[in-house]
């Protein structure tokens, strides 16, 4: 998937340095993993691509005489705060099913486990947080505010570990110490799954995406060509002359200094892990929805069609995924 999107299909995601701290980041997601099995094939793959949702419909065949019975999981993105100025999207509340994925077996929603896991330096240190009734979701204020309420041994020890860390600001109240939480969450939901001989089975899963964004993009703006993080839009993008003429142009016209009068928006689809199965993706359709007619979109993709005023499609027989799948929306910013 290498070649341009014609360019008035572009939608970006960008965050681009000069607009760091109205930024956010996405965290990179992707479809169900299967153990490999020589006797199971991908008959097609169905991938729906949003900043709302993302839907995947699979149809795979059993092709040897015999069931065959297989763990499915769904990784969610690791969520690690690195320091008090990260930002990056969770698009739920829910401490353990982050994007809100769902997911069917022949239409009927299927009955799944959890597994969460938290480390710190490389150390699985989840029962130590369930001791200390911690919430193991890193990003979310109630997790601080547990940690706030631990004794000031236990607050010790979590920063001795590198679980944890002390952050000192004034939210009205004076300087005042706050202990922040600094370890990774692994959350992973699975299953097991039998796949008939010689029959068909169609697995659906949907969720909402980690979409990062940015208040106003830096595309457009009169030295952007010779920055670094511009080189890097254009490879991860596919960025093409005509899409840059169209923010060129916004820009000019909206008399804006710094860029184009566009917000960004960033989705980051994991592809790769797809090639787990026997043989390629028999048919895989990709669709692409930019949300607004007025939006701008860029991917790497190859003959891709517009299918109605958001709609942008790709179809692909005997499909062996090579490269994972970005997104960039532009999003008209209303004149003021």
């Known amino acids: 998937m290498q070649r341009s999107v014609i360019a008035v299909l572009v939608t970006a995601l960008a965050a681009a340095p000069a607009l760091a701290n109205d930024s956010s980041a996405e965290l990179a997601t992707g479809g169900l993993i299967f153990v ?92 130590l947080l369930r001791a200390h009734n911690v919430p193991l979701a890193p990003h979310l204020a109630g997790t601080n505010e547990a940690l706030d309420r631990l004794p000031a041994d236990q607050q010790a020890e979590l920063v001795r570990l590198g679980l944890a860390e002390i952050n000192e600001f004034d939210a009205g109240q004076g300087m005042q110490k706050h202990l922040e ?18 029959t068909e089975l169609v697995v659906e899963h949907r969720y909402k995406p980690s979409v990062g964004g940015s208040a106003q993009t830096s595309l457009g703006s009169p030295d952007s060509a010779k920055q670094e993080w511009f080189r890097e839009y254009m490879t991860k993008y596919c960025m093409d002359a005509g899409f840059l003429d169209a923010v060129d142009k916004a820009r000019k016209a909206a008399k804006s200094e710094f860029g184009a009068p566009y917000t960004e928006e960033r989705i980051a689809y994991i592809l790769k892990t797809g090639a787990n199965w026997s ?38 027989a005997d499909f062996v995924p090579e490269n994972d799948l970005n997104v960039l929306i532009l999003n008209r910013i209303p004149a003021q």
């Open 36 to 127: 490999h099995n020589d006797d199971v094939e991908m008959r097609a793959e169905d991938l729906s691509i949003s900043a709302k949702e993302i839907r995947v419909r699979y149809r795979f065949f059993n092709k040897g005489a015999k069931d065959v019975t297989t763990l499915v999981a769904f990784p969610m993105p690791e969520i690690k705060v690195e320091g008090p100025d990260d930002n990056f999207t969770v698009p739920t509340d829910d401490p353990q099913n982050l994007l809100g994925f769902a997911t069917t077996v022949n239409g009927r929603p299927v009955a799944t486990r959890l597994e969460q896991k938290v480390f710190a330096l490389g150390l699985d240190r989840t029962e």
């Open 181 to 198: 939480a600094r370890w990774a969450l692994h959350t992973t939901y699975y299953w097991e799954q039998t796949f008939p001989a010689q």
């Open 279 to 316: 043989g390629p993706i028999k048919d895989f359709h990709l669709v692409v929805d930019k949300g607004d007619p007025g939006s701008l979109l860029s991917f790497c993709g190859q003959d891709v069609k517009k299918t109605g005023p958001t709609r942008f499609e790709m179809r692909k």
